[in-house]
């Protein structure tokens, strides 16, 4: 539970209990039953309109939220997941693998966190080790080779610290997997679907158009790790989160995206077809703006897309 959520999800459960009492009893309560949702339905309007950005971070975590998983079982038929890092080993924290969106063959790239303790373990909570990056370069390269189109979908509060991890190389791993965005001859698409944290993120999300959710957030470092360092004390993180500028208005107000998936009022989490839905659309539309393409100008085109950022004037 939401902890801006509480008054709304106690209204919900009050009205579930009368639902349950005019369904054993003689008695018409529907009328105080459709007044309480709309007291509800206006409560729920009233916080997704304006949400702070601590509150934007805490929609993006929710464990409910559509995980990669899940977007693939909706739109990608012939989903064939592809191992390995052809070095290491598989990571399981960035999934990976062939398949159909919208009947176009493509390769698909994304985080998965998991729904339950034994799967977000698996996953190791969508913080993807070195060979998970390593894995995404060669996908990329494979797309090149085959000229599929890229879906890359963003969910992690960053690449695993580990010790492990450090060894093999984590920083290059993460290096050479942004480079492989920057030299990849087909489209490459990115929806930011939860947390975008820090390089583990941005590893895969260089791409031709790039997307948030409404409520998913994007960042060099999360909220407790800013204030940690500035503050000396995770307690202000609510404080870094308004700093960073982290929500996908910030960034679509800085041009570091090119666009926001509108998530239904409530968010993705409650909705979670209808997110998924929504992101499919905004993905075709891009794809079908990219195609066909010309590989030296699509290379040429991203590479200048990032460099114009962060320039004045």
Not at 160 to 174: D, F, K, T, V
Request: net charge neutral; charged share 25%; with cysteine.
């Amino acid at each position: 539970m939401l902890e801006f959520e509480k008054p709304i999800i106690e209204l919900e459960g009050k009205i579930a209990e009368l639902r349950h009492v005019s369904s054993d009893s003689e008695v018409n309560i529907s009328d105080e039953i459709s007044r309480m949702q709309g007291k509800a339905d206006k409560l729920m309007q009233h916080a997704y309109a304006r949400l702070t950005p601590a509150q934007k971070v805490q929609v993006a975590r929710h464990p409910e939220r559509p995980h990669f998983k899940d977007y693939v079982k909706e739109l990608i038929t012939d989903f064939t997941p592809l191992a390995g890092d052809r070095n290491f080993a598989e990571d399981n924290a960035l999934v990976g693998g062939l398949g159909r969106f919208n009947g176009q063959s493509c390769v698909i790239i994304g985080h998965e966190k998991g729904h339950d303790t034994e799967s977000r373990i698996k996953h190791n909570f969508g913080m993807a080790r070195p060979e998970g990056y390593r894995k995404s370069q060669r996908l990329m390269a494979m797309a090149s080779q085959f000229k599929l189109p890229v879906i890359t979908l963003v969910d992690t509060a960053g690449a695993y610290p580990g010790l492990g991890a450090e060894e093999r190389g984590q920083s290059e791993a993460i290096a050479k997997s942004i480079e492989s965005c920057l030299r990849t001859e087909v489209p490459i698409v990115s929806v930011v679907i939860g947390e975008g944290g820090s390089g583990g993120a941005i590893a895969i999300a260089v791409a031709d158009r790039i997307y948030m959710l409404e409520h998913s957030i994007y960042s060099v470092i999360s909220p407790e790790g800013c204030a940690s360092i500035l503050w000396r004390s995770a307690s202000y993180a609510e404080d870094a989160a308004t700093a960073l500028k982290l929500t996908a208005q910030d960034l679509l107000s800085m041009k570091l995206i090119d666009g926001i998936i509108e998530e239904p009022v409530g968010g993705a989490h409650r909705y979670k077809r209808e997110s998924v839905l929504a992101v499919g659309k905004k993905i075709d539309s891009a794809l079908k703006e990219l195609t066909p393409w010309d590989s030296a100008k699509l290379k040429q085109t991203r590479r200048e897309k990032f460099l114009a950022q962060g320039r004045l004037g």
